[in-house]
């Protein structure tokens, strides 16, 4: 009877290790065809490529705690966790037949809370599958690259695992430094994209750099994850973050408190102003949306805040910059109407048409750009380096602003460098023309204070000091840095001090022309 209990034991399990070799097989079957996709061999829609896998992974039957299963770019593994589970670490040196290139290595590490939230509805066995991609081909993207060409994927069944505690930790490794880069850390989020099945985003990660060869990445969700990398700038010194945001943050307090006044004076004498001096309120309400979203920027960019959130402000934030930097050209266009067309410069509905190129202009790029790439904007990583000890550590912070290069370089750089040249230009010709009103004058001028004075306002006026966003390199990146951040935070306190000087000016010349009224009157 014992021996017919042993035949019948060995005879049931030939066809469970059939079908597990069945299934296996299967598997690495898929990953092999999708192998001939990676190398355009056959054109198939790469997201039904990983779901298939996913989907076969889920499904297939195997002996023991785990399955590995190896193709030339792809690799898998599949484990089965309970609600007891203690955590898992995967690093690639105890994978033998992982490919990779010499020094590249990854490794991931999944907290004990992975398995909570499923076991909470519903104790079961759960099923871990990891996914490692040699090759960027299945996740299509525009004008990047990723470290190392690799993607590493988790998932948990079917659960959607988000919002974790402890975090996920995902480490790649490059057998070079990674200095001259802007790295980020960043997942494939599914439908994100009109052009692609999905795009990358950093939304619930952070970057961290433990090393200049490595980079850390911890996500409170799982997903397919990588590294984007960017040229970038020297990182700025860590050590300087503090001083720059505490200047930042009291210079734009300041001129937002003199925007505020700015504008209640000019509102409570309204009935005396004109097309110069609601030109000038324009700038200032200009520059007050600046300085408040800028304010507000850092804040939005917390990993806990929703990615809608920060691309919104973002937005904001750049229209804000755009609609200032055509308000500084408006007042070096005014100012050239003022100085070279002293005759015949009415124009009908002047402040009304220079509004639509204030305002308008802005905002139809903005939207244009949101409506074709609405990516373009979120959580920009701003690289910094800090010294420890012998060696050096890197880290990131975050602000809501422009995340495409290619957006920044042409919306941002390009015409802010268009509307300082103009103004550069205006502020020259403005002043060469005042020295000649001056010569022609028989009695002597105004003396050498009200010049200076004059000179100081216009700079000011025209935005001249954003120029100092040429000199961003070599020895003159620290100095610029500081002198860049002071004067255009303050920009909207020297605004102010504009205002009330001219203001002080126009109420000096009607006391002097009522006097000289007064007494033509009593000679009479």
């Known amino acids: 009877m014992d021996c017919r209990a042993v035949l019948f034991l060995c005879l049931s399990l030939v066809p469970s290790q059939s079908g597990a070799e069945e299934a296996a097989q299967e598997v690495l079957s898929w990953m092999k065809g999708m192998e001939k996709v990676s190398r355009g061999r056959i054109s198939t829609n790469p997201a039904e490529l990983i779901h298939g896998l996913v989907h076969r992974l889920l499904n297939a039957t195997f002996k023991g705690y785990n399955l590995t299963l190896q193709a030339h770019t792809i690799q898998t593994l599949a484990f089965k966790l309970g609600c007891d589970f203690a955590g898992l670490s995967l690093d690639s040196d105890a994978m033998d037949s992982v490919p990779q290139v010499a020094g590249a290595r990854h490794a991931m590490q999944f907290p004990t809370e992975l398995t909570k939230k499923a076991c909470r509805t519903r104790p079961r066995e759960l099923r871990l599958i990891c996914m490692y991609f040699f090759t960027t081909r299945f996740f299509p993207q ?109 210079g734009c307090s300041i001129s937002i408190v003199a925007s505020l006044l700015s504008l209640l004076l000019h509102f409570l004498a309204r009935k005396q102003s004109n097309s110069i001096t609601r030109i000038h309120m324009h700038l200032h309400i200009s520059v007050l949306l600046l300085n408040v979203a800028f304010l507000l920027s850092p804040a939005l960019a917390l990993p806990s805040v929703p990615a809608a959130a920060c691309m919104a402000l973002g937005a904001i934030l750049h229209y804000a910059l755009l609609s200032c930097l055509n308000w500084m050209a408006i007042e070096g266009f005014n100012l050239y109407l003022l100085l070279g067309r002293v005759y015949n410069i009415y124009i009908r509905r002047y402040v009304l048409k220079l509004c639509a190129v204030g305002w308008g202009v802005p905002a139809f790029l903005v939207l244009l750009l949101l409506a074709f790439n609405s990516s373009a904007y979120g959580r920009h990583m701003i690289p910094l380096s800090h010294s420890q000890g012998n060696s050096a550590g890197f880290q990131n912070m975050s602000i809501c602003w422009v995340r495409s290069p290619g957006v920044h370089r042409i919306l941002v750089m390009g015409y802010g460098n268009l509307t300082i040249l103009f103004n550069l230009v205006v502020l020259a010709w403005a002043l060469r023309a005042l020295r000649r009103l001056k010569a022609r004058e028989e009695a002597p001028g105004a003396p050498a204070c009200r010049d200076t004075v004059t000179v100081l306002g216009l700079t000011v006026l025209l935005g001249t000091t954003w120029a100092l966003a040429f000199f961003s390199f070599g020895i003159f990146l620290l100095p610029q840095l500081f002198l860049f951040t002071i004067f255009n935070s303050l920009y909207g306190f020297f605004l102010f001090l504009w205002f009330c000087s001219q203001r002080c000016r126009a109420e000096a010349e009607a006391e002097a022309e009522k006097e000289a009224f007064s007494s033509s009157q009593m000679m009479h």
């Open 142 to 250: 525009d004008n990047s690259s990723l470290l190392n060409n690799y993607v590493l994927g988790a998932q948990l069944g079917l659960e959607h695992v988000d919002n974790l505690t402890e975090p996920i930790n995902i480490s790649f490794w490059h057998n070079q430094s990674l200095e001259g880069y802007n790295v980020t850390c960043v997942f494939w989020k599914e439908g994100a994209s009109k052009r692609h099945w999905g795009l990358w985003s950093p939304e619930g990660c952070r970057t961290e750099q433990p090393s200049p060869s490595q980079v850390l990445c911890r996500c409170n969700h799982l997903s397919y994850f990588a590294v984007l990398m960017q040229l970038s700038p020297a990182p700025l010194p860590a050590e300087l973050l503090a001083p720059l945001t505490y200047i930042s943050l009291v």
